[in-house]
């Protein structure tokens, strides 16, 4: 691919939105200012948005699809895009991707470390699974082999489960209608505490009494608090890194003998991958340094 190199004034748009994305860009500022780049952040929440504008920072908000991503790219006149977007923002780093590729223009993707988690359930393959009763932790592809594994658990064990969901708000509605109403299960649910996210809860009939709406990260002792406080039989999490708190959450389940049920990244073929700040930042330069 032949790159767009013409542009008298380099311009990042940094696809951002996590704490984890919001250091990195306090890390990469001084690089994009030695070189006389400019940059956009970009997020979907209005209170991310907040922080930047507090910080002089050039920041647009809201969603985006695919057509109108590429035309913020053109209008902006972007000539690279770095994503720094949630592991699990699989559309919107598929959406940076495509946009970068018809632009003609660099793409960075940070991607957070991965957390090692060992899956001791007693098969591999998760759709065929028959869970022991003394497995503890069992990583799944995705949110519909999680429900599976649930209803599994729930007749292996033969008894009512209560489930703590910690997979965010994007995924709510689905364990909802799978969950919620399913004899069986009492589903609590642990969420940001924004007034949308508590709306969705009302929309969903999530009983204010199921509903933790705290602003993370969580220790092991503060999971261990509140899975003890609601009687959590099961956790179903996402492989968030250790910026999602995942390895706290997995380790605070297990000493209490709570079953854990994570959920793997979707597996995207990245372009220019980078695991660390350093990385994002030696791409950056080499990127500037040519232009």
């Known amino acids: 691919m032949t790159l767009v190199s013409d542009k008298q004034i380099n311009k990042a748009l940094i696809l951002a939105g996590t704490g984890d994305a919001r250091n990195l860009i306090e890390y990469l500022v001084p690089v994009l200012v030695a070189h006389n780049a400019e940059f956009l952040i970009s997020v979907v929440g209005e209170n991310a948005a907040i922080e930047y504008n ?6 647009r908000s809201g969603a985006m699809d695919i057509l109108e991503m590429k035309k913020l790219v053109e209008d902006q006149s972007i000539s690279m895009i770095i994503d720094a977007t949630h592991p ?16 003609k223009i660099h793409y960075i993707r940070y991607e957070r470390p991965k957390t090692q988690i060992k899956n001791n359930s007693e098969n591999d393959k998760t759709d065929l699974i028959i869970p022991g ?9 995705n949110h519909e082999e999680a429900v599976r594994l649930a209803i599994s658990l729930q007749k292996k064990l033969n008894k009512n489960l209560t489930i703590m969901l910690t997979t965010g708000v994007k995924s709510l509605e689905f364990y909802c209608q799978k969950l919620l109403a ?21 929309k969903y009939n999530i009983s204010q009494a199921d509903i933790i709406a705290m602003q993370g ?75």
Request: proline share 3%.
């Open 182 to 202: 399913s004899i069986g299960f009492h589903t609590v649910v642990r969420l940001l505490p924004s007034v949308e996210n508590l709306l969705l809860c009302q």
């Open 88 to 103: 699990f923002a699989a559309e919107v780093s598929r959406n940076a991707m495509l946009s970068a590729d018809q632009a």
């Open 217 to 291: 990260p969580f220790s092991k002792e503060l999971n261990k608090e509140l899975f003890l406080k609601y009687k959590i039989d099961v956790l179903i999490s996402k492989e968030s890194g250790s910026a999602g708190s995942t390895e706290e959450k997995i380790l605070a389940a297990g000493e209490l003998g709570i079953k854990s049920i994570v959920v793997n990244r979707p597996d995207l073929k990245y372009q220019n991958l980078c695991r660390s700040f350093n990385e994002v930042k030696e791409s950056l330069i080499k990127i500037l340094s040519k232009e």
């Open 54 to 59: 507090e910080k002089k920072f050039p920041v």
């Open 133 to 141: 009763e003394n497995d503890l932790v069992f990583c799944v592809e």
